[in-house]
């Protein structure tokens, strides 16, 4: 992976990031049900779920990849199609609604852990969604283990840093959330589009 390819990765990635998804809109939840800290593990819970799932679509790519070399340009155009789709999907989407109750009971850090692990690799879309988006961003002639670290480091990083942005500021981003989330959907499902349309003839 190039500096530039790596730098495009990120600026997609942050964006991907910031749209509202199970794993984001848990880690606002709990942010504003038990405070940003013990929403940490959620967030940690949600992390290691992103990797596994990122580590399975890099299986199914690699193996795809070994058994027929030009399969990466198919997977570039297809993922780029589902890309399109998921913008439209989030383009139509209503407003995000959360209603948060006062009188939520504590919860243990390891009951949180989990809620955050399961979010990520209980969503079937998580693994299609990947195995879409990564062949954006592999370059064939270089080693496919390490563009998978590289590329799973930085998405759990930057996943990590918004999702806990998002927990601290809970109570200040759900109103605005609630309040506008119609029109963000819109900016988030016309990045996505973008994405779909662009990458896979870079």
């Excluded at 959360?98 to 919860?107: K, V």
């Excluded at 496919?144 to 930057?158: D, N, P």
Aim: glycine share 10%; charged share 10%; aromatic share 10%.
């Amino acid at each position: 992976m190039t500096p530039h390819t790596w730098l495009l990765y990120l600026v997609a990635i942050t964006g991907l990031s910031l749209t509202p998804g199970p794993n984001t809109l848990l880690a606002l939840t709990h942010g504003a049900l038990h405070g940003h800290r013990k929403a940490v593990c959620t967030i940690a819970g949600g992390t290691l779920g992103f990797t596994l799932v990122i580590g399975l679509s890099m299986l199914g790519i690699s193996a795809l990849l070994k058994a027929w070399s030009p399969a990466l340009i198919l997977l570039k155009w297809v993922g780029g199609a589902y890309l399109v789709y998921l913008g439209i999907q989030l383009w139509r989407a209503p407003a995000v609604q959360l209603q948060a109750s006062p009188a939520a009971p504590a919860a243990r850090p390891a009951r949180l852990f989990g809620q955050g692990l399961l979010s990520a690799v209980s969503n079937p879309k998580a693994l299609l969604f990947f195995g879409a988006f990564l062949p954006q961003f592999i370059d064939p002639a270089r080693s496919l283990g390490i563009q998978f670290a590289i590329m799973a480091a930085t998405f759990v990083s930057m996943e990590f840093i918004v999702e806990y942005g998002l927990a601290r500021a809970a109570h200040r981003v759900r109103p605005f959330l609630e309040r506008s989330g119609r029109r963000f959907n819109k900016a988030c499902g016309g990045l996505f589009a973008a994405m779909g349309l662009t990458l896979p003839g870079t």
